[in-house]
């Protein structure tokens, strides 16, 4: 079936540099193009805490977080001039073990303490998703969390040794994948698939909705 190419289609941004997210949108047949945001996360993270502290409500949880940098990177990008008429949507992915929150390690010690911990264990993978639609003024906005549970299988330390040395863990949330060396240490998943790689297809089209664009406006045409 072919869709006809309009010129007032909606145009979709993806505010990330990631690949696995990209993959996500290009195998779902999604129309996008890509501007990667220059938020400094940490300075969004500590002046959020601070916030968090002076209002009493304590520490931000891993989910909060992913939906605060899923926040900054949509905004920061709908403000480029690139991005102006363009639905922008920004993702960010945290995993949560044991109440804590586990971004990417970057560092290969940091991943062998880590994935040596999850061995065995269960942990919760939050990815948040905000969308920025500036085709009007003032832009819409709206968002939506979704987690998903992740069961590993006990893992040898020449397996996690073989694992972290592939370079793989170090640049994702969590020290994990699902769709690369790490499948073979997944036991099961408890929620989407998507949700876990790191961008529900799924949450995209609620969140289009919201701003009245279906999916099929967003699928690439023939």
Not at 97 to 112: D, I, M, R, S
Not at 121 to 144: I, K, M, Q
Request: proline share 3%.
């Amino acid at each position: 079936m072919s869709i006809e190419n309009t010129s007032d289609s909606p145009r979709l941004i993806l505010a990330s540099s990631s690949p696995a997210r990209r993959k996500l949108l290009t195998d779902a047949g999604i129309e996008f193009t890509v501007l990667v945001s220059d938020v400094d996360e940490d300075a969004v993270l500590a002046q959020a805490q601070q916030e968090a502290y002076d209002k009493g409500l304590g520490e931000i949880s891993p989910a909060q977080t992913a939906q605060l940098l899923a926040k900054a990177k949509a905004q920061n990008v709908a403000q480029m001039d690139q991005a102006q008429g363009a639905l922008v949507l920004g993702c960010d992915s945290v995993f949560e073990f044991e109440g804590q929150a586990f971004g990417k390690p970057h560092t290969a010690e940091n991943a062998l303490t880590r994935i040596s911990a999850m061995s065995g264990h269960a942990g919760v993978l939050h990815t948040g998703h905000w969308l920025v639609d500036t085709r009007h003024a003032p832009a819409g906005e709206s968002s939506e969390l979704r987690s998903a549970t992740v069961h590993f299988s006990e893992m040898s330390e020449d397996e996690i040794s073989a694992y972290v040395a592939t370079g793989e863990p170090l640049w994702v949330a969590g020290s994990f994948t699902i769709d690369g060396f790490g499948a073979a240490f997944i036991d099961k998943i408890e929620g989407e698939f998507h949700t876990v790689v790191g961008l529900s297809i799924n949450a995209l089209k609620s969140l289009l909705k919201v701003h009245g664009v279906s999916m099929p406006e967003i699928w690439k045409k023939s």
